[in-house]
């Protein structure tokens, strides 16, 4: 994407942030240090209006005279229980934790951003509100600081947001209208027998049995009860149960996660894992509680914010096809209209091909000044 010389001159800035933050990775709910340092930073940059919310989020608040919407721009900052493995001289402090889906680069666009502002109060329209945002990876912070009522404290009408994205090449911006992340949720399935030697299996209700009878009978929803038009993920992979080799288990827990690009077929999956699971249990003489964890929503772009970002993005924009990815972003978009975006990433010369989660992730921090342009840019365009 083309930089223009103003934000150019920012990427010294974002590459320390970003190399900065990177060794001091924290997990949801507790990102102190983290929070200490992203407040530090704003107030040397001169931002006069922080506030702090829950233990560990951040808004920093820029006001303008020229009459315009109420915008937020949000980043995430917590990082993942992940050991590093990248080799680099600014990898994490922490053993045990490493930013390893790049919200260090995310915080360090959301402070390059706030510098700008900061240096050129004209670009200001309204009022941009930057959220500095705990826990996206569990338990959720997004619905915290809505609960908290960020969104309603500040009148904020839209709210964007980025990521940064290895399967787009450096240089591309990536989006859709609507569904282009998915709902997602947990279920965990708890199977019921009755325990007996393995020599005398008449004596006992197989619980294992009945668990591969019910996995077997979950996997045909996505084949026989959701439109072949539609899209959904039902996948199990943690399963637990016995305790020797010749006796026949009471109990078994299965684990796993479901997903969707639409809340009608999330619905129709839970049901039917709820029917199948405990009819069939009862077929094999076992009870079946299911237990579900409903997490993030879709993430639903609103066209007319999507259609801002292609005139700021021009060249560099793509469209994205959707991805079973979860993002807690969404959870915004159930209040107000929002955009969320890829930054591309991967440099196959540079190595920098790992995907999200990796204990290898790394990428050239000047991608990051790709999102603090479309940043900049959305302010007009959003207004236009």
């Known amino acids: 994407m083309k930089i223009s010389p103003n934000i150019q001159k920012l ?65 995430d900052i917590d990082a993942l229980p992940v050991t590093e493995e990248t080799g680099v001289a600014f990898a994490s402090k922490t ?65 964007v947001g980025l990521h ?18 998915a709902r997602n949720g947990e279920v965990k399935l708890v199977v019921t027998g009755q325990s007996a030697h393995g020599a005398q299996p008449q004596q006992g209700a197989d619980a294992i049995l009945a668990t591969s009878a019910i996995l077997q009978g979950i996997h045909t929803i996505l084949a026989r009860n959701i439109s072949p038009m539609e899209a959904g993920v039902i996948t199990f992979g943690k399963i637990t149960g016995g305790e020797a080799m010749n006796i026949i288990p009471g109990k078994v827990e299965v684990e796993g996660t479901m997903r969707a690009f639409s809340d009608e077929v999330y619905e129709q999956m839970t049901t039917r894992i709820t029917q199948l699971a405990t009819q069939i249990a009862l077929g094999y003489g076992c009870e079946c509680e299911v237990i579900f964890n409903h997490m993030y929503r879709v993430v639903d772009n609103a066209p007319e914010m999507v259609h801002a ?45 790992w995907p999200l989660h990796s204990n290898k992730l790394n990428f050239n921090e000047e991608n990051l000044l790709g999102g603090i342009e479309c940043y900049v840019g959305l302010i007009a365009a959003l207004n236009e």
Not at 24 to 52: C, F, S, W
Not at 165 to 173: K, N, S, Y
Not at 319 to 341: C, H, V
């Open 11 to 75: 990427a010294p800035f974002v590459t320390n942030w970003r190399r900065t933050l990177h060794q001091i990775p924290e997990l949801g709910l507790v990102e102190y240090q983290t929070r200490d340092y992203l407040k530090a930073q704003l107030e040397e940059m001169g931002v006069n209006e922080i506030h702090q919310r829950l233990d560990t989020a951040l808004v920093a608040v820029f006001r303008s005279d020229k009459p315009g919407k109420t915008l937020a721009f949000r980043t």
């Open 95 to 159: 053993e045990g934790r490493m930013h390893a889906c790049g919200h260090d680069g995310h915080m360090a666009t959301m402070l390059g951003f706030a510098k700008y502002l900061t240096l050129y109060p004209e670009t200001i329209v309204g009022t941009i509100v930057l959220i500095f945002q705990p826990a996206e990876e569990g338990p959720g912070g997004a619905q915290l600081l809505i609960d908290a009522g960020v969104l309603d404290e500040f009148g904020v009408e839209q709210i």
């Open 164 to 181: 940064v994205f290895p399967e787009f090449e450096e240089g591309v911006i990536a989006c859709r209208e609507h569904a282009m992340m």
């Open 309 to 353: 970002l292609q005139r700021v993005a021009k060249e560099a924009y793509r469209e994205t096809p959707p991805y079973m990815l979860a993002e807690d972003f969404s959870m915004y978009q159930t209040k107000i209209p929002g955009l969320f975006f890829f930054v591309g990433i991967r440099n196959e010369a540079c190595g920098y091909t």
